[in-house]
């Protein structure tokens, strides 16, 4: 039962950061945009690098950790980008 759960919790986690990710990027503009971007890229990159190092040796199971250190450092960059964006609009500092 605690391994389904673990799987739940290690697909819903970077789901849900790629799901905000990509809403960030749709709907922000200029520079915002491209910092929407960079969890795409970063959770992208490590699900890319984690399949061929796994598939290369196949022993290796540190992958779930890996996405989660990423998963969890995207999240606070997105949060941390956002809160920015926010605060220089109100300062009228533009889109």
């Known amino acids: 039962m605690e391994n389904t759960i673990g799987l739940i919790v290690l ?3 970077p789901f849900a950061v790629l799901i905000a990710a990509f809403r ?20 992208g990159g490590d699900l890319v690098f984690s399949y061929v190092s796994n598939a290369l040796d ?10 989660m250190t990423i998963t969890a450092i995207s999240t ?8 920015l964006r926010r605060a220089s609009m109100k300062a009228g500092g533009g889109a």
């Open 58 to 67: 196949p022993g290796t199971h540190l992958w779930p950790y890996e996405l």
């Open 11 to 13: 697909i819903a986690f």
């Open 76 to 83: 606070v960059f997105l949060v941390g980008a956002s809160s």
């Open 24 to 43: 960030a990027m749709r709907r922000w503009e200029g520079g915002w945009r491209m910092a929407a971007r960079l969890p795409l890229i970063a959770i």
